[in-house]
């Protein structure tokens, strides 16, 4: 079983649209929560934290479900440049460091 | 805000060659980098954890003589890919986060796309 799981996609959503994407992970003791946007070809970008209250970035909302071990991301009135695969990520201490999990991904495709 | 800059960002080369891959912090300091690898459609994975002035820590499945890691400095590791073939073409990528700021998330270097003929 994958540590980080998350549905490939891709979504196709027109502009406007509200989708939802969501992350289960395995460890119940990851202790950090992040969504990364990653373009073709570049470098994942942190988009947002995401703590167990939920948290609202403009037309973004995280939420953390720790008993669940669900992590949801919502984006609102998607625009073109919305287009990324958004990276589910969490953070296990091990090793004697905090280590990035990263999920495979979820690909957005918005079109006009 | 911190930067982390990687280079080369591209590298196509003969199978057998060593390729070194560089992730410098630009302005702040690391005790600790890290390194990942990404193949398409697939996750980032990480590979080792630099440490300044001591060994690499690797993951489980990654052969430290064939990654061969140092970290000289509060803000340069490297990453030799030595004797590299086909299989080891990837997406590299390091992070950093200040030092002391453990709670802070990481930031990435823009990646080196390694490609083995």
């Not at chain 1, 460890?27 to 070809?41: E, G, K, T, V």
């Not at chain 1, 992590?71 to 091990?94: E, G, Q, W």
């Not at chain 2, 990654?67 to 299989?87: D, Q, R």
């Amino acid at each position: 079983r994958k540590e980080v799981e998350q549905d490939p996609g891709p979504f196709n959503v027109p502009e406007g649209a509200t989708v939802a994407f969501n992350c289960t992970y395995s460890n119940s003791a990851s202790q950090s929560f992040f969504w990364y946007r990653q373009d073709c070809r570049k470098e994942p970008k942190l988009l947002m934290s995401v703590y167990s209250s939920g948290n609202e970035d403009g037309r973004f909302t995280a939420q953390l479900n720790r008993a669940s071990q669900y992590i949801s991301l919502l984006i609102r009135d998607s625009k073109l440049s919305d287009s990324a695969t958004y990276l589910c990520v969490v953070t296990v201490f091990s090793g004697g460091y905090n280590k990035l999990i990263f999920g495979a991904g979820t690909r957005l495709a918005v079109h006009p | 805000g911190a930067v982390v800059s990687q280079h080369p960002s591209w590298v196509i080369c003969k199978s057998g060659t060593s390729v070194k891959i560089e992730c410098r912090s630009l302005d702040f300091q690391a005790t600790t980098m890290f390194w990942y690898r990404q193949f398409p459609k697939q996750s980032l994975m990480l590979m080792a954890t630099s440490n300044e002035g001591s060994k690499a820590t690797y993951e489980q499945g990654v052969e430290k003589d064939k990654f061969l890691i140092n970290h000289a400095s509060l803000t340069l590791s490297t990453l030799t890919v030595t004797s590299a073939h086909p299989e080891d073409s990837s997406f590299y990528i390091c992070s950093a986060r200040p030092r002391d700021r453990e709670n802070q998330p990481q930031h990435f270097g823009d990646g080196t796309r390694l490609s083995i003929l």
